[in-house]
Structures are given as structure tokens and as C-alpha cells.
């Protein structure tokens, strides 16, 4: 599908088949490339198909990246067609497993919310904020949604502003605030004969769809290229060249997190990391029609992975392991 296909213009359906087709032609993609089939099947109206799909990647002897993802994925999608009960299940063995991602957090908590189990959303919104927020000095830009939720889910119930509301009004960069566009009141003003209110809430439906533009622009982070030292070794004895790029792997770690650092301190948002394997590289290289050994391909090839779903948001959570795979803490290693 290209990416400026209207959305009233997509057949899902076949757009679902042929991702379960790309899948097995790129199986360390399967993960990311079914779970966009899952969604375009939820958007067709065959949830059963989706649920499927998310079963296949489950019950796969290959280890999931973000297992709770899919899980949390497989409770919305379920609840969405009547199995209620085992939607809940699934939500609380996501609860109780507390990722260290903010998407599946999102995800059940907005499940409960659209079924108006508010109490709840709430709770399970707040679970995720404590985990992955609390001393954290600034929220990386994949839990703003959280805040965000949490923040609309408060005002529906009606409750005072806290210091997590007061950040995600910080958060919020669109011209009409948070509280104007979670006011529960909203709602009457659509059935409204008074044209001021309706020129006010349709400024909030605009503001609305800009947010939506606005994250759907960011499509997949900007991503700098990891190597472990087993492939940066493999790299550099197969392609001499590309040791003046790459010294040593402790310097080639140390230049990742110093990039990565210059690159938030200059206000670049939703920053990731990918990790390459040499095969995968040369593949790269060969479809491009160049030689491995140019390294004017290494940025491209970080690119590219991260449009196909494999970068890691940065930076990580103190408390979360570190990206280099040290087994460190992230706050003991490369955040210390």
C-alpha cells in the first residue's frame, strides 16, 4: 500500500494478505509485519481472522520482541467481538507482567476505557505512569500517550488535576489545551443551536486531527545502527573499509549513546536504535546495487530497518536493560 493511499481507498483485506506474504519472505520481520496484518483484518471487520493472527505469533517457537504487545492487542480485539471474559484475563496477566513498554499499557487501558470500565482505565493507566515515569526527568515520547489517556480518563471521572495532569498539559503541543479536549461536557455541544459553541468544537475537532497527523508523521523513529561485537567483528574482517567508521565496539557504543544524546538535546523526538546482522546488511546492500564497504549506506540501512519495525524506542528506562545488551541496567551502564 503506498503511504499516500486514501484510507476510504484501501482494501484491507488483500493488504492483510499480502503482509502475511511479505512475513514469510522476511521472517525476523514476522513480528512487526503480521501484527499491521492483524490490523488491517480489525479494519476490514474480520476480528476472528486478526485474533488469529495474533495466536499465530504467540504460540511461534520463535521469541517475541514485545510479547506483551500482541497480548495486549489480542484482549482489545477480542472484547471487540463479544469474548469479554477472556479479554479480561488477558488484561490482567498484561497488568501483572508490568512491561516496560508504554504501548501495551495504552492499549488495555483504552480497552477498558471504550467499554466505560473508567475506575479501571484509570487505575491501569496510573499503574503504567508509576512504572515507567516515576523519577524519570523527561517522559520519553512513546509515553505521551499515556499521560495523555490517563489525563482524558480523569476528566470523565471528574477528579482534580495532579502533577502528572499538570505534565501532560506541558506535553500537549496543539493550540487547544488538554482540558478542552477531554471536557466530558463536549458532547452537548454537538446537539447545540448556538453557532459559538459549534465554531468551538469544531477548533477542537481540528486540534484533534492534528495530533492524530502529527504522530501518525512519525511513523517509525529516527534510528541510529547497533552492532553486538560478534557482528561488528564479522563486519569489519568481511569489509576493512569500514573500520575507520568503526574503531572498536566499546567506542562504537559510546558514539551511539553520545549521538543519541545530541540528538534529544537538539529537540529531535521518538529516537530509536536498531541492531544489524551482516546478512541482512549484504542483502541490503545488494538490493541497493552497491558495494557493503560503502559506508554512505550505513545510515540508510539503520532507515530501513526502522521502517520495517525493528528499532528500540530510546532511551530506555533507568531501571530497564541497558540497549547494549551488557545485561546492565541501562541507569549502571550507558544512561549512568
Known amino acids: ?17 499480502r503482509l502475511e506474504r511479505t512475513a514469510g519472505l522476511y521472517p525476523e520481520d514476522a513480528e512487526a509485519l503480521l501484527l499491521q496484518a492483524a490490523a488491517h483484518l480489525e479494519l476490514s471487520g474480520d476480528r476472528p481472522a486478526a485474533t488469529a493472527l495474533y495466536d499465530r505469533l504467540l504460540s511461534s517457537s520463535v521469541s517475541l520482541d514485545d510479547p506483551y504487545l500482541v497480548r495486549a492487542l489480542k ?32 492499549i488495555v487501558s483504552e480497552a477498558l476505557e471504550s467499554h466505560d470500565e473508567l475506575e479501571a482505565a484509570h487505575e491501569t493507566f496510573t499503574e503504567g505512569a508509576r512504572l515507567l515515569l516515576t523519577d524519570v526527568p523527561e517522559p520519553p515520547y512513546a509515553t505521551h500517550p499515556l499521560l495523555f489517556g490517563r489525563h482524558r480518563v480523569r476528566r470523565m471521572l471528574g477528579v482534580a488535576h495532579d502533577e502528572w495532569d ?17 471536557d466530558p461536557k463536549r458532547v452537548w455541544s454537538l446537539g447545540s443551536d448556538n453557532p459559538a459553541e459549534l465554531e468551538a468544537e469544531i477548533s477542537r475537532l481540528r486540534a484533534e486531527l492534528g495530533a492524530y497527523r502529527a504522530a501518525l508523521s512519525r511513523p517509525f523513529p529516527v534510528a541510529v545502527l547497533h552492532w553486538t561485537a ?50 541482512s546488511y549484504e542483502a541490503f546492500a545488494a538490493s541497493e546495487g552497491a558495494s557493503p564497504e560503502d559506508a554512505a549506506l550505513l ?38
Open 1 to 17: 500500500m503506498r503511504p499516500d493511499t486514501p484510507a476510504e481507498n484501501v482494501d484491507h483485506t488483500a493488504e492483510a494478505a
Open 75 to 106: 484482549a482489545s480485539n477480542l472484547w471487540e467481538y463479544g469474548h469479554e471474559a477472556e479479554a479480561r484475563a488477558i488484561i490482567e496477566g498484561v497488568r501483572a507482567g508490568s512491561p516496560r513498554d508504554p504501548a501495551p499499557w495504552v
Open 166 to 182: 499538570t505534565l501532560a498539559d506541558t506535553l500537549h503541543s496543539m493550540p487547544v489545551s488538554l482540558d478542552e479536549l477531554h
Open 230 to 279: 560478534e557482528e561488528l567483528t564479522e563486519l569489519v574482517s568481511a569489509y576493512a573499509s569500514l573500520s575507520a567508521e568503526y574503531p572498536s565496539h566499546d567506542e562504537h557504543l559510546s558514539t551511539i549513546e553520545a549521538s543519541l544524546r545530541e540528538l534529544s538535546a537538539s529537540g529531535t523526538p521518538n529516537l530509536g536504535i536498531v541492531t544489524g546482522t551482516v546478512p
Open 299 to 336: 545510515p540508510q540501512y539503520a532507515t530501513t530497518l526502522a521502517a520495517r519495525g525493528r528499532a528500540v524506542a530510546w532511551p530506555p528506562q533507568r531501571q530497564a536493560s541497558c540497549w547494549c545488551g551488557s545485561g546492565r541496567l541501562y541507569g549502571d551502564c550507558h544512561g549512568g
